[in-house]
């Protein structure tokens, strides 16, 4: 095995580790899930460039006659790169002593202040930044605001 393939094997574990972290591990974590709200997909444009170039070596991968190993792990690459840009949706996930944002715990007792803007957008400010949160669906600040507020009593 070159190094090529090693260090694309390695990058492929390290993706599917992740992704399995992120929908099977983290939302069985700290208790039951209360509310899981789905967020506003960011940084597209991030994502179709790396595709492209990613297609791109394939392609001539494919075409000078390369290693078949290296092209299956680039093309299983490219699966899992779509998976996780397009198909895998960001997730907010509230449970009793917290809630996940960005794959991080953030506890109740660190909110500071709540505000909504014009947007749409929750802005959750704890002690040094403000978390911004972008939900797909307007509907979904309620229930936030239900579960802040009601069972946290956050002010």
Not at 15 to 36: F, I, K
Not at 115 to 131: T, W
Request: charged share 15%; with cysteine.
């Amino acid at each position: 095995m070159t190094l090529t393939n090693g260090l694309l094997l390695l990058g492929i574990t390290l993706l599917l580790a992740y992704a399995l972290c992120l929908e099977w591990w983290l939302p069985r974590r700290r208790g039951n899930t209360l509310l899981q709200v789905n967020l506003l997909r960011k940084n597209r444009l991030d994502s179709v460039i790396f595709i492209v170039l990613l297609g791109i070596v394939i392609y001539r991968h494919f075409s000078g006659q390369g290693d078949p190993l290296t092209l299956y792990l680039l093309t299983f690459l490219l699966i899992a790169t779509l998976y996780i840009s397009f198909v895998r949706r960001p997730k907010l996930l509230f449970k009793p002593q917290g809630f996940y944002y960005a794959n991080w715990f953030i506890s109740y007792t660190r909110i500071r202040h709540l505000h909504l803007s014009e947007q749409g957008v929750l802005f959750i400010q704890l002690e040094k930044r403000a978390l911004p949160i972008h939900v797909q669906h307007i509907s979904d600040l309620e229930n936030i605001k239900n579960i802040l507020y009601k069972d946290q009593k956050v002010t």
